[in-house]
């Protein structure tokens, strides 16, 4: 797949989980900017893991996107500086084969654009944590997304782990 670099040294990243909010995605990646919301359609959004039984740093499922024919997923896309590609990949787990980057056409109100974004592999659904929840509607918040869809990110159902997590180091970050 090739990476969709622009003439000034940065890439497109299309976010729909815990990077939609941006104290989350810099704090592997500061060089992220916003650019827009933006739509994905024929893709639904799940949580799960890349493996029945895994520990994870969230405790409990996380995003991915499956494909879906009349279904959308909105996020955020971000523009990253090239040399912030490596920490994204590592941070998405590309190198441990937990995620696969995948080149996608997002919808916005300045037309199409190609963006990355990262697929899971071996998908074993999963609830996600509340505090993983709780970022990704913060971030849906954070940047505008439509209130239709942040209703149904409100709603969906979690695991009701209550102890430590990345939320934690976010919430630093934030204050």
């Known amino acids: 797949m090739s990476v969709v670099a622009s003439t000034n040294g940065r890439f497109m990243y299309f976010a729909f989980g815990s990077n939609l909010l941006k104290e989350r995605l810099q704090l592997a990646n500061p060089s992220a ?17 890349w493996e029945k039984h895994v520990d994870n740093i969230w405790h409990g499922g996380v995003a991915t996107i499956e494909t879906c024919p009349g279904a959308e997923v909105w996020g955020v896309i971000w523009t990253l500086s090239n040399e912030n590609l490596p920490s994204l990949d590592n941070q998405e787990g590309v190198s441990l ?59 969906i159902e979690t695991n009701d782990y209550s102890g430590p997590s990345v939320l934690d180091q976010i919430r630093t970050g934030m204050k």
């Open 97 to 155: 084969g937990k995620y696969s980057p995948l080149e996608v056409l997002v919808e916005t109100d300045k037309g199409l654009m190609r963006c990355r974004a990262y697929q899971m592999n071996n998908f074993h659904a999963c609830l996600p944590s509340p505090q993983y929840k709780q970022v990704v509607c913060l971030g849906a918040e954070q940047n505008g997304l439509p209130v239709e869809y942040l209703k149904g990110l409100k709603a």
């Open 33 to 49: 900017i916003f650019l827009t919301i933006g739509r994905l359609k024929d893709y639904k959004l799940n949580f799960g893991l």
